[in-house]
């Protein structure tokens, strides 16, 4: 086998479980019974918040857990339908069908494969980096946007409140005002019990999974305290069985229509899977492969779009459970598999008395965290324009709902990319320091040497600062006393230029040349030099490996380390 085939079969192919040992795997073992506490009751709370049977949600702790932990880069990430993507997932499947329906479920799972295969071409084309547009600020308005949307279905869940589940957020808002007269005492007793558990219990025991406690102790109290005969709700019988494998069929005017919402999808789950990924890897020691996390990711969503779940994100709050646990591998993963196919074959009579109220507090607890009000103050104090950002994403996700806020938030991402891409750092260098100041600030008069000006751009030159740099580079030659007879160009922090940049730095330079001045370049990189000559922006003139050495070449000594060099 070739060894370039080798290598790449083994970057994306390792031996799974990576860590696990013999003196581990108690342990690890023990980490997993705890994923399963976790995981079953929420996921059973998020399929509702989709609009789906209790099962949905369980069918995702089988066969998408398994390859994913076959197929992972991460030691510890824990992949699992989570608030957020149930959250985008009702909403925009809520606008094309009726929740509940055999159309609704379809279009579900339809954007899960196809949620799956943005993930998969993105790993094979490297196309991560898309996922870093969502910055924080975008981030933290996003999902407390969808949050608040969630806690609004289950403030009214735990009241016994009646609202439409794939409704508008001011619809579900309205509905809930408007039934509070109706509010059921006992489900909101029930809802409030559940609460106080689980806040207290979290805060003293925080290892204890509190979610299953509450819902154990909810069903005895319901079911001895006749409390489904006083208005309480319960899931009802919950189907058994293991999943089956099918492909979801429907239009193609559909899959079109859910393609939207797939791409939301993957961008809010590359960008927070990655980033806690790597989090945990810098935190224990081990190295992670992006790409290989991305080709997860699409394989555990296109298994559980092809076995009625949904669509498959990254659980921070369950990985660091995990962590806490001592979890260091996969493995957990695969026994949380086990227990939920256990649980589908034999246990799913277990789940028949479960109460709404608590769930809903199990997921309103769940979901506080993506409020982000530590994070919304973080940003105010920090940086107001941040904030703003972060306000705009929230009030749109809110009002419009969570496919045009991830479009406000891409626009928002390019404004600000495009904003401070435009303002680079452009710098006349001095004899005696290093970087005296920008241009635009410069004092009139100001050159490097007698007759010279060393110009540094710190950025690579393109559309948004090409005609910046331009302009700088005029000016700071206009303005001063002297005439100015050579312009050296240090091009060390220039990665790049595209056309755009191009055709403005031949425009400087053509008035350059108009106006009798020499031009010269220092300190340019290999790959700048052929980028380059190929714009054909090059006509022989001089390349110097150090400012010194240019300035050297025109006459001009200077009386301190190399200008665009730090002192030693």
């Not at 305290?225 to 429907?250: D, H, K, N």
Request: a negative charge; one cysteine or more; hydrophobic letters at 50%.
């Amino acid at each position: 086998m070739p060894r370039r085939l080798t290598a790449t079969l083994r970057e994306w192919f390792p031996r799974p479980f990576a860590g696990l040992t013999k003196r581990n795997l108690l342990r690890e073992a023990g980490a997993g019974v705890t994923l399963l506490a976790i995981a079953v009751p929420l996921n059973i709370g998020y399929a509702q918040i989709v609009g789906l049977p209790p099962t949905v949600g369980l069918y995702a702790l089988v066969l998408p857990l398994i390859v994913w932990a076959l197929a992972v880069s991460s030691r510890q990430l824990v992949a699992s339908p989570d608030a957020a993507a149930a959250a985008l997932v009702a909403t925009s499947i809520g606008g094309l069908a009726v929740a509940g329906s055999a159309d609704y479920l379809s279009l579900v799972l339809a954007q899960t494969v196809l949620c799956g295969a943005l993930f998969l071409v993105a790993a094979v084309f490297r196309l991560g980096f898309l996922a870093d547009f969502l910055s924080k600020p975008i981030l933290v308005g996003l999902l407390a946007g969808l949050a608040l949307d969630i806690l609004v279905g289950q403030v009214a869940k735990m009241l016994g409140i009646s609202v439409p589940p794939g409704g508008e957020f001011f619809e579900k808002v309205l509905a809930l005002v408007a039934g509070l007269g109706s509010t059921n005492v006992w489900s909101a007793i029930t809802a409030a019990g559940c609460l106080v558990v689980l806040l207290l219990g979290r805060r003293l025991a925080p290892a204890v999974p509190w979610a299953l406690v509450v819902l154990v102790l909810a069903t005895l109290a319901t079911t001895f305290g006749g409390l489904e005969a006083r208005g309480v709700t319960t899931l009802g019988p919950v189907e058994g069985g293991l999943p089956q494998l099918s492909w979801p069929v429907v239009a193609w005017t559909d899959w079109a229509a859910v393609l939207p919402s797939a791409i939301a999808l993957f961008l809010v789950g590359a960008g927070e899977g990655l980033l806690v990924s790597r989090a945990y890897a810098d935190k224990r020691g081990y190295r992670v492969n992006a790409n290989r996390d991305l080709f997860a990711f699409g394989l555990a969503n296109v298994a559980s779009g092809t076995t009625g779940s949904f669509a498959m994100g990254s659980s921070t709050a369950r990985t660091a459970a995990l962590d806490q646990a001592g979890s260091r591998t996969q493995f957990p993963a695969i026994v949380a598999a086990v227990g939920a196919t256990l649980l589908l074959v034999f246990g799913t009579g277990l789940l028949e008395h479960v109460p709404g109220p608590a769930i809903g507090a199990v997921l309103a607890v769940a979901v506080l965290p993506l409020l982000g009000i530590p994070d919304f103050i973080d940003l105010w104090r920090r940086d107001r324009a941040e904030f703003a950002i972060a306000g705009v994403c929230f009030g749109v996700t809110v009002v419009f709902g969570s496919i045009v806020g991830i479009g406000i938030a891409f626009v928002l991402a390019l404004v600000n990319l495009a904003r401070r891409a435009a303002s680079p750092d452009i710098d006349v260098l001095s004899l005696d320091e290093y970087g005296a100041s920008s241009a635009e600030g410069l004092p009139l008069g100001r050159t490097t040497a007698p007759g010279v000006v060393v110009v540094r751009l710190a950025a690579p030159l393109f559309f948004a600062n090409g005609t910046v740099f331009q302009d700088a580079v005029q000016r700071a030659v206009e303005s001063t006393e002297e005439p100015v007879r050579h312009v050296v160009f240090d091009m060390e922090a220039v990665s790049d230029v595209d056309i755009t940049g191009a055709d403005a730095f031949e425009r400087l330079r053509s008035w350059l040349v108009e106006h009798d001045i020499d031009v010269s370049y220092s300190r340019m990189r290999h790959e700048t030099l052929e980028r380059m000559q190929h714009l054909g922006l090059l006509h022989d003139e001089p390349i110097h490996h150090s400012n010194r050495e240019a300035l050297a070449a025109l006459g001009a000594r200077p009386s301190s380390p190399d200008p665009g060099t730090p002192s030693p």
